[in-house]
């Protein structure tokens, strides 16, 4: 059993209490209404009002022009209390907006700042049209067009067809070709403002119908010899490509860390409906299967939590590395969640297929979900991005005894703010959290001495590493690209265990003296280490059963209390089911 939940000073404390609790069907921003929003294929009106009312696009918004956005823990933090209701809400009516702004945050000018800031602090939305869809992933094959102008200024023309709310934007971040020649400085970024744009050089294409996330409007836009000033370019000329993969770094991180709120939900809606099931004339929860699937989804969350967390601490901490964290992050965390949430829908039976009733919500969360896996860069994308980056990490990093900052993995500690303009393309093969690991293991506190796993499963990493180490310094040209072959991509995905050990022993062993007895106990850490996939293809071993027991202990001991199933343990809107 744990300690009772901290309460921590926090704008997500402020958040939750205006959203409520979401299961009460008095609640006018409950589940009931979200879902029905869901069935019309609409945004939930009301709750976006309450959004407004708690001044959401602050949160987007850099300090300096006005906003609350100072450290992106906090906003993970934040807009896990949105995802966890509706991730409609949490895309369409806010994430939207910050991937869109974190381009102008890194490359626009002071100007272009300080009107995409207006937009954002008066409850406006700007919207990002990145990809198209003869090219998806492929940026460099973008074929949308704003050419330079002899007198200056672009002409704009082609199309961009999915676009996240690009009917309700003001604005729109737009990565477009600036040179018809081939090459990374052929494409550029625009601040397209709607307000300046010609009637009849500018129309929508029709809004596409999705499986999940259904309220989000996708959309399209296509444009016919458009006119645009010579102001409208963000950063310099050719460099879209460039500021594209820094936005990324930040979006890519934290993105994924805010859909671990859906799972928290999902889980939460499992105890609640099996915890008052009777099978084989017994409550389903003492099925020794059903304990072991609980058990294991939440300790695959706390995985997630304590990698994404790492992660994002390290966009202040060490921004010239995390070229390698977001790709990571995003690569693997989603597949984490995605295969909870199926884990899951298993457990609920052909509940979990129902549209209505007491646990409607979790087929909603189910569907979307699966935007984790390839909303804004699929999963393949980020291993390709990994990949030619590995024969250099190899020489310069895996082999070296650099240590990163301590606060990396300090939850206490203070953050500088994000360094938006300290972000860089390519880590240049330096990153210092995977050789880490060997070092965190050797002064690891004595109670680990009880859970042997811990070092079993670190040492084989720290030798995995050495093993990559061996065999990425040799890696042909050939096979790092994207015709490279399946055993080769495979290396990406040890190399990204490796990153993924090193931030929980990391974590564990930075915070033994945190007010919470949960993250001093080995337990967590072992158990989260044992759940790391360590052969490519195949599942990651069960939980032991003793730490089955623990993490399902702990699972119920937080749903009964209405507490946050992850690493910072926050009390929740949620009434107390013990209450009932």
Not at 400 to 429: H, I
Request: some cysteine; aromatic content about 6%.
């Amino acid at each position: 059993m744990t300690e009772q939940a901290i309460v921590l000073p926090h704008r997500a404390d402020a958040l939750e209490q205006r959203l409520g609790d979401p299961r009460d069907p008095a609640n006018p921003l409950g589940f009931a209404h979200i879902l029905a929003a869901d069935e019309r294929a609409e945004m939930f009106a009301d709750g976006e009002r309450a959004l407004d009312g708690y001044g959401l696009g602050a949160e987007f918004v850099p300090a300096r022009y006005g906003g609350r956005l100072t450290r992106l823990d906090e906003l993970v933090e934040v807009m896990r209390s949105v995802y966890r209701r509706d991730p409609c809400l949490g895309l369409g009516h806010g994430v939207s907006s910050f991937i869109a702004s974190v381009n102008i945050w890194t490359a626009g000018s002071e100007e272009q700042c300080r009107q995409v800031a207006d937009l954002l602090l008066s409850g406006r939305k700007v919207a990002v049209a990145y990809h198209e869809l003869a090219h998806g992933n492929d940026m460099v094959g973008t074929e949308f067009e704003a050419l330079p102008q002899p007198g200056g200024g672009f002409l704009l023309n082609g199309r961009k067809e999915v676009v996240t709310n690009l009917r309700r934007a003001d604005a729109v971040v737009m990565f477009a070709r600036t040179d018809r020649r081939p090459g990374s400085r052929s494409h550029s970024q625009i601040l397209l403002d709607k307000t300046r744009i010609p009637s009849d050089r500018m129309g929508y294409l029709p809004r596409f119908a999705t499986v999940g996330m259904r309220g989000v409007q996708l959309g399209g836009m296509e444009f016919h010899d458009c006119p645009l000033p010579a102001d409208a370019l963000v950063g310099p000329l050719g460099h879209g490509l460039e500021t594209a993969l820094k936005s990324f770094q930040v979006t890519r991180t934290t993105l994924v860390a805010m859909f671990t709120g859906i799972l928290d939900t999902a889980l939460r809606t499992c105890v609640r409906h099996l915890s008052s099931r009777r099978l084989y004339g017994r409550p389903a929860t003492e099925l020794p299967e059903v304990r072991s699937a609980l058990a294991t989804t939440h300790a695959d969350l706390l995985l997630c939590d304590a990698f994404a967390t790492v992660a994002t601490r390290a966009l202040h901490l060490a921004p010239t590395e995390t070229a390698i964290h977001s790709s990571a992050v995003k690569y693997f965390v989603s597949k984490v969640l995605m295969d909870a949430m199926n884990r899951l829908s298993a457990l609920l039976g052909s509940h979990f297929y129902i549209r209505e009733g007491d646990h409607a919500i979790f087929q909603k969360l189910l569907r979307d979900s699966q935007l984790a896996g390839f909303g804004h860069a699929a999963r393949a994308a980020c291993q390709m991005s990994l990949l030619p980056q590995l024969p250099l990490l190899a020489r310069r990093s895996w082999r070296g005894t650099e240590a990163p900052p301590a606060d990396l993995f300090r939850l206490d500690a203070e953050l500088p703010c994000v360094p938006f303009d300290r972000l860089k393309v390519s880590a240049g093969g330096r990153e210092r959290l995977s050789p880490s690991l060997e070092s965190a293991l050797a002064a690891a506190p004595g109670p680990a001495d009880g859970h042997p796993g811990i070092q079993r499963i670190g040492r084989h990493l720290t030798d995995e590493l050495r093993r990559l180490a061996d065999i990425c310094e040799c890696l042909p040209a050939g096979e790092l690209s994207v015709a490279a072959g399946s055993a080769t991509y495979d290396l990406t995905h040890r190399y990204v265990n490796v990153l993924v050990a090193a931030a929980c022993v990391g974590l564990w062993r930075g915070n033994q003296d945190h007010a919470d007895r949960f993250l001093t106990d080995p337990a967590w850490l072992a158990g989260v280490l044992s759940r790391i996939p360590l052969h490519p293809g195949r599942p990651p071993a069960r939980l032991p059963d003793p730490l089955e027991q623990h993490f399902f202990d702990e699972l119920m001991e937080r749903h009964a209390s209405a507490t946050s199933l992850g690493l910072v343990r926050r009390r929740l809107a949620d009434r107390d089911p013990r209450e009932n």
